[in-house]
């Protein structure tokens, strides 16, 4: 066969196969096949927390048991009274220190202030302090006889109480002059089991004034004391008591003719065996805060008072308040120092049984 004709054969068989494309498949291939990746250097970043499944889960669990107990746990303890006569004795000096002044006085906020006279010429510069020193010189009393007393003030105990009464609680406090003062109170406990409460009814005798007393607290957690003195069902003094923490709170509120009028709240704290009361008005018309100590100044036994009172503006200021004895009289002599002022002294009566509490004769001057 000539060569022409071979070539032709050849270019004929070829034609009759079929060449399948198989370009796809071999780029699908190499793009399957492993390969190097170039190395990119990032900055380098704070590890950040993650969890696997299995982690996520039991975290899950952990947060909802901790919320559980968090909830549902039951809490420590409140610190209980370990002497209600010491409360009961607190409660009572307090609040008849109070009752010695008359409803009239205790209510009639808009009457004239203490040191008005001094101010009168010039009541653009009155300071704070002079609308509530009316309401803290009736306080005074009481702060002798807490700050100036034994801690516990020397009470007696007895379970053989007279007049009818089955316990009868005696006790003494001293002023700033030294004077001790004599308080019985005699009363009648009723355990209420079903209710776990018990509740003291009786009267409180001091100088030549008696008060009806009553009073309540839990059986069996007793943390809470609540005591009231009353000189009808509808003008009386609440002392309600409350340790927490291992501090001693007390809030003292005065109703008359069944209004209540105006509510403190004192904490009693000992430090550097120093007794410290704190003093915050929260009902009525004095809004300040208060702080009394009792100190030897010169050789003078002082109640030092600090202040702060806040309306619209803030004023923080001292009061020192000795005693002044003029034959049987006696008069508060009490210096006010507000911060950035000119100070000034008021000297009202003391309000004592004697004289029914009714302070007068006041006077004012300027330092």
Do not use: C, W
């Not at 060569?3 to 370009?23: F, G, H, P, Q, R």
């Not at 990032?42 to 107990?69: G, M, N, W």
């Not at 009786?202 to 030549?208: H, I, Q, S, T, W």
């Amino acid at each position: 066969m000539r060569k022409k004709e071979l070539l032709n054969l050849i270019k004929t068989k070829a034609a009759e196969v079929e060449i399948k494309d198989l370009s796809q498949s071999i780029l699908e291939k190499v793009r399957l096949l492993p390969q190097e990746q170039p190395v990119i250097q990032e900055p380098i970043q704070r590890r950040r927390l993650s969890f696997k499944p299995i982690y996520l889960s039991a975290l899950s669990i952990a947060t909802a048991v901790f919320a559980f107990l968090l909830i549902y746990s039951p809490s420590a303890p409140l610190p209980t009274i370990s002497d209600v006569n010491s409360v009961m004795a607190f409660s009572a000096v307090s609040a008849s220190s109070i009752a010695e002044y008359s409803i009239d006085l205790l209510s009639n906020e808009d009457s004239v202030s203490l040191s008005s006279g001094y101010f009168a010429l010039d009541t653009s510069d009155t300071p704070l302090i002079d609308g509530e020193l009316d309401t803290i010189s009736t306080y005074l009393g009481m702060m002798e006889r807490i700050l100036n007393s034994d801690g516990n003030f020397d009470y007696t105990f007895s379970a053989s109480g007279s007049n009818g009464y089955q316990y009868q609680l005696t006790f003494t406090t001293k002023d700033l002059m030294d004077v001790e003062s004599t308080y019985t109170l005699m009363y009648n406990r009723v355990d209420d089991q079903e209710n776990h409460i018990y509740t003291i009814n009786g009267v409180l005798n001091f100088g030549d004034m008696t008060y009806m007393i009553s009073g309540s607290s839990d059986i069996t957690d007793p943390h809470l004391f609540q005591f009231r003195i009353a000189v009808d069902q509808n003008n009386y003094i609440d002392v309600n008591y409350e340790i927490d923490d291992a501090v001693n709170r007390y809030q003292l509120s005065i109703t008359e003719n069944a209004v209540t009028v105006q509510a403190v709240n004192l904490e009693v704290k000992e430090m550097n065996q120093v007794r410290t009361v704190m003093m915050d008005f929260v009902q009525g018309n004095a809004t300040g805060s208060y702080s009394f100590q009792i100190e030897n100044v010169d050789s003078v036994r002082t109640m030092r008072i600090a202040y702060y009172i806040y309306n619209q503006i803030s004023e923080t200021g001292k009061i020192d308040v000795t005693v002044s004895q003029s034959g049987t009289e006696t008069t508060y002599v009490i210096t006010v120092t507000p911060k950035g002022r000119t100070p000034f002294v008021i000297t009202p009566s003391r309000g004592r049984p004697s004289n029914a509490g009714h302070p007068g004769g006041y006077g004012n001057q300027s330092l």
